[in-house]
């Protein structure tokens, strides 16, 4: 594979930058910046455009602020039927996953990035499994959302507040459908760049997702500019 070169922070070089080859070509288009994790501040929500089910697989890294009922991620047909989702309510301070027509708590604590796996294998926080899921059928209508829950119906509500990092979908639980990395586009959007079908993703809701640190800039095919130590 062709290299290409990235400046780091810092180096023998001794200014604030210096050369350093980088084995693999960027992954968002030129003019992109990544950025560590979109945030929502209950009025944002993406639309990944996968319909679950029995095998999909979801894999994210959430910080969520507890301020009330509000889904992670997730869609689902009613209450609780076609779920596919991970919600958090007003009144209590665990997370209860939804999938098909089951739900279980799981402890998701507040103000805390965590990582969250979730298909017909089980839920994993942090990589420890949580929970248990027997059902082999979703028999889900709606795409996953991010930040919010997909139903039948068009308004936007419950929401979660907070942050959501990268975002892997499986959609038979081994292949990708969806690599979304959260970026600024080249006029300085936030959104979610899909490496699998080459897509950008855009906030469906209200407002502005707020951003996290810039990790790297794709100055052009040959030259990435990091902020990586």
Known sequence: MAQALIARRGGSAGGKYCWAKYDNQPNIPVGYSKVKYLSSSGTQLIDTGVIPNGSTKLVTTVKY?????????????????????????????DIQYMYGTTGSPVAV??????????????????DAKAANITQTNIGSSYSIYLFGRHTNTTAIAETMTGEIGDTLIYG???????ELLCCLDTSG????????????????GTGTFGVGEVEYVVESPEFVLSNNE
């Open 172 to 178: 038979d639980g081994v292949t990708l459908s969806r």
């Open 189 to 204: 959007t936030p959104c979610m760049y899909d490496t699998v079908t080459r897509q950008t993703f855009y906030n469906i």
């Open 65 to 93: 602020t507890h301020t009330g009922t509000g889904y992670l991620f997730g869609c689902l047909n009613g209450w609780i039927s076609g779920a596919f989702a991970m919600i958090h309510y007003a009144n209590a301070s």
């Open 109 to 126: 604590p507040s103000g805390v990035t965590t990582k969250i796996e979730m298909s017909g294998n089980g839920v994993y926080i942090n």
